[in-house]
Each structure stands twice: as C-alpha cells, then as structure tokens.
C-alpha cells in the first residue's frame, strides 16, 4: 500500500511538471495545450487510496469543460508474464456516479477513456520480482448548460461515495470520508469560481437562433488543411462544428460578410465569409462542400431486372442502387418477381436498405 501512495504521489508531482500545487482557488495544474494552443486548467483531488487510488480531475478550458476519474492500482505480484493482466479496463460510454451527503447522486458518462498497464520491478514482488501497475481514466465533457445545473449540488454537497463502472461489468465503489468530500466540495467552488471569472455565464444559453437571411450561406465548410475538422450552418441559425476530434453546437449570425459563432454561453468566434469560404480570426479556412446532385430518377424494379439479365456484375448494380437513393416497395410478390428474375441476395439486401 505504501509503493501505491507512493506512486500516486509520483504521477500527481509528474502531472503538473513545474507548477506547484496553488492554493487560494487557483488551479492545482495550468498549462498550454500543445495542440490548440489554448489555456487549460485543472483541479485535483484524491478520494481514495485503500486497494486502488482514485482521483477527481476538473478541467476548464477555453472552449469546453470536462470531470473525469482517474483509478490506480498495483496488482499482486505475478509468477510469469500471462499473469499481468488486469481486470481493469474503461470503454466509452462507461459512467462513473458521485454520491452526495444528503443528496441526489450525480451521473456521468465518459466521452473518452485511457488505459494504461506498466511491469515494474520491485523488491517486494515476490519470486517474480514484478508488479503490474494499471492505471484507468474516463473523462466526461460536461456543457454549460449541465454545469448551470450541477452547480448547486457540487458546491454544497459533499461527495460521500463514488462508484465506478467499467468494461466487463467491473464496478468499483468507495467511499469519501467527511475531510476529503469537503476538500473536492472546496475543488467544485474554485472551479466555478475560475468560470465566473473568465465571464462564462452559466445562467445563459447564448443568445436564441436566428435564421440567416442569405439562405446559400447555409451548408457544410470543410477545414482546407485538415479534412476532419469542419463547421456546418444549419438553415435555422443554429451549427454543429467538429475541432480536433471533439464536438460543439451553438446558434450564429451573420452580418454583411461577418460570421458570429456562439458555442453555448462561451465567448463568441468570429470569421469571415468570402463566397464559399469561411476565415477564422485564427486564420483557418473553411471551404464549402459542393453539394450533392440528387438524382431526379428512382429506380424501379424492372431496371433492377434488366441490369441481372444484363449481366452487369453484382458490385456495380449495388452501386448504383445506394448512388440513386431509391427506395423499393419489397412486398412478397416484387420479392418473388426479383427472385425468379435471378437477383442475387445481395442485390436484394441493398434495395431494402
């Protein structure tokens, strides 16, 4: 237990590099992501270190907030290299819940998850003289508009148990002494403290959608330098917009050749329109994605039947079906007619997709 307190020390020294751990609000560990190059910081705070090491992370950024639980653990000490496998192990979607003194308990869902597992030598591993150290994030992007709402409860509530749950119906529970829920009740106030200070108001949502009054600016602009990344101006005044393999909605608006985005309640982005282009006060460049010509034909049965008899290869004609979007009434006798008509299954299943 002692290599365990010891290692967790270690990575929390390690994961806030030269910073020194603040008091007074500030944030336990503040630096520059090396991709977005934005402010990032974050709050620590370990609930637990019987058995496995379990830790709070809070996370504010410039453009999205997120919780996540951090689980440590040495595993027994094996006798050969097929033993160092750990049960713990996270997937998307896993929740973690926090229970409240005297409260509702709260639900999150992990958006992302890291698994780690590291063999050690150590002196007290036994004859094998290894351990296995197994290390389990799940992170939940939590949006303003949830944060409003678990306001009151995080910041006046203490965190009295939590309750994990991992891949292959792993559940870990533990629970939070009145010291340590009191100091990550203190960790919730300072970060809601940091996002009132960066005038993040949790009270709004931004302000309603307003339809654009150009209608050909709607449509999906893709990122010129990076294919992934795109922003899509819905008809309604509101947009979706995909940065850096995450996910943003919000309302926008237009004014002369000038584009607002707002992303929740967080500070407005501004870009600049140009025909089918789309420039961002950072200097990335979207392009309007050509769209699509619908086909005015559907196909029909018949020709689905003259393609077999042609010969036209199953590939080809399963192409076609999907490129012409048409949609096929398969009742039992059209079925029986394609069927005698020698289409294949294949063909069959992509005219009833």
Not at 98 to 111: D, M, S
Not at 219 to 247: A, C, H, M, V, W
Request: glycine share 6%.
């Amino acid at each position: 237990m002692k290599i365990l307190m010891v290692a967790t020390c270690v990575l929390m020294l390690c994961f806030s590099s030269s910073h020194a751990w603040a008091q007074n609000c500030k944030p336990d560990v503040s630096q520059v992501d090396k991709i977005s190059k934005q402010q990032q910081d974050y709050w620590l705070q370990t609930l637990s270190t019987s058995e496995v090491a379990i830790t709070i992370s809070l996370r504010n950024g410039a453009t999205s907030s997120s919780i996540s639980v951090q689980i440590d653990k040495q595993e027994a000490a094996a006798t050969s290299n097929t033993q160092f496998q750990s049960p713990l192990h996270a997937e998307k979607g896993n929740q973690f819940y926090f229970g409240l003194k005297n409260g509702e308990p709260l639900a999150f869902v992990a958006t992302s998850v890291s698994n780690n597992a590291k063999v050690s030598g150590s002196f007290m591993a036994g004859l094998s003289g290894k351990n296995l150290y197994t290390s389990v994030v799940l992170v939940a992007d939590v949006q303003d508009k949830d944060l409003a709402t678990l306001r009151e409860a995080l910041t006046r509530k203490p965190i009295d148990a939590v309750r994990i749950l991992l891949a292959d119906n792993v559940r870990i529970d533990k629970p939070v002494d009145d010291k340590t829920g009191n100091k990550m009740m203190e960790k919730f106030l300072c970060f809601y403290q940091s996002l009132d200070e960066k005038g993040i108001d949790l009270s709004a949502v931004g302000p309603p959608p307003v339809p654009p009054s150009d209608a050909s600016i709607s449509g999906k602009y893709i990122r010129k330098d990076k294919t992934s990344d795109y922003i899509e101006l819905k008809p309604d005044g509101t947009f979706s917009l995909q940065l850096n393999g995450r996910g943003y909605t919000g309302n926008y608006g237009v004014q002369a050749n000038a584009l607002t985005i707002h992303i929740s309640s967080r500070r407005a982005s501004t870009a600049r329109l140009s025909g089918n282009a789309v420039t961002f006060s950072d200097g990335n460049a979207y392009e309007k994605e050509a769209e699509q010509q619908k086909t005015a034909t559907q196909l029909t049965i018949d020709q689905i039947i003259q393609m077999v008899a042609a010969k036209l290869p199953d590939d080809i004609i399963i192409t076609t079906i999907r490129k012409s979007g048409s949609k096929f009434d398969l009742n039992p006798d059209a079925l029986i007619k394609l069927k005698t008509a020698g289409v294949s299954d294949a063909v069959l299943r992509a005219m009833s997709q």
